[in-house]
T-cell receptor, first 113, second 111 residues
Framework: NAGVTQTPKFRILKIGQSMTLQCAQD?????MYWYRQDPGMGLKLIYY???????DKGEVPNGYNVSRSTTEDFPLRLELAAPSQTSVYFC????????????FGPGTRLTVL | EDKVVQSPLSLVVHEGDTVTLNCSYE??????LLWYKQEKKAPTFLFML????IEKKSGRLSSILDKKELSSILNITATQTGDSAIYLC???????????FGAGTRLFVKA
């Protein structure tokens, strides 16, 4: 069981470039989440998904897009990267909602210059 | 607006001390509160609290929820240097997809 995996671990982007952060889980969890964590701050929810084909916005969705074509994968797309998107991005999954812990991936550290 | 507030923001103690970390929440349709420990990378799960007044324990760590006061505490007794980390609490609403994290308490335990 690999749990939640994320790639890449680190990335530097130039302003205006695009990229996709990959996230996969092998625990057959229905719920998946994308968070960003800025220095000295807690986690902010970007997007979440409650199952394949179903996604919705979290607190800070602007500048990001997601898709969920399979239970396992939940990629996060950054279009037109901006310095404000410099952050650490965590993907998480859980079996269901309110009564289950979320399992986190190792994170992707993204710098936009 | 939903929010979770943690205090203190940072704390420095000596090994063997006991610490209490605080978390207050305002989360619409609140269902559960989670505590996580974050060292260098991803947060790792500590406790989930759903019922008021019932203490959860794991070794030297314990936590309790007070639904009347909309708050929770995390206690760590006989602290060790390995307890140095950021402790995050999060409030979950119905369905679990609306997760509001606090800014965390950064704990440093001196040898």
């Amino acid at each position: 069981n690999a749990g939640v995996t994320q790639t890449p671990k680190f990335r530097i982007l130039k302003i205006g470039q695009s990229m996709t952060l990959q996230c996969a889980q092998d625990m057959n969890h229905n719920y998946m989440y994308w968070y960003r964590q800025d220095p000295g701050m807690g986690l902010k929810l970007i997007y979440y998904s409650v199952g394949a084909g179903i996604t919705d916005k979290g607190e800070v969705p602007n500048g990001y897009n997601v898709s969920r074509s399979t239970t396992e994968d939940f990629p996060l797309r950054l279009e037109l990267a901006a310095p404000s998107q410099t952050s650490v991005y965590f993907c998480a999954s859980s079996p269901s909602g309110s009564y289950n812990e979320q399992f986190f991936g190792p994170g992707t550290r993204l710098t936009v210059l | 607006e939903d929010k979770v507030v943690q205090s203190p923001l940072s704390l420095v103690v000596h090994e063997g001390d006991t610490v209490t970390l605080n978390c207050s929440y305002e989360v619409t349709n609140f269902r559960s509160l989670l505590w996580y420990k974050q060292e260098k990378k991803a947060p790792t799960f500590l406790f989930m609290l759903t019922s008021s007044g019932i203490e959860k324990k794991s070794g030297r760590l314990s936590s309790i929820l007070d639904k009347k006061e909309l708050s929770s505490i995390l206690n760590i007794t006989a602290t060790q240097t390995g307890d140095s980390a950021i402790y995050l609490c999060a409030g979950l609403s119905t369905g679990g997809f609306k997760t509001i994290f606090g800014a965390g308490t950064r704990l440093f335990v001196k040898a």
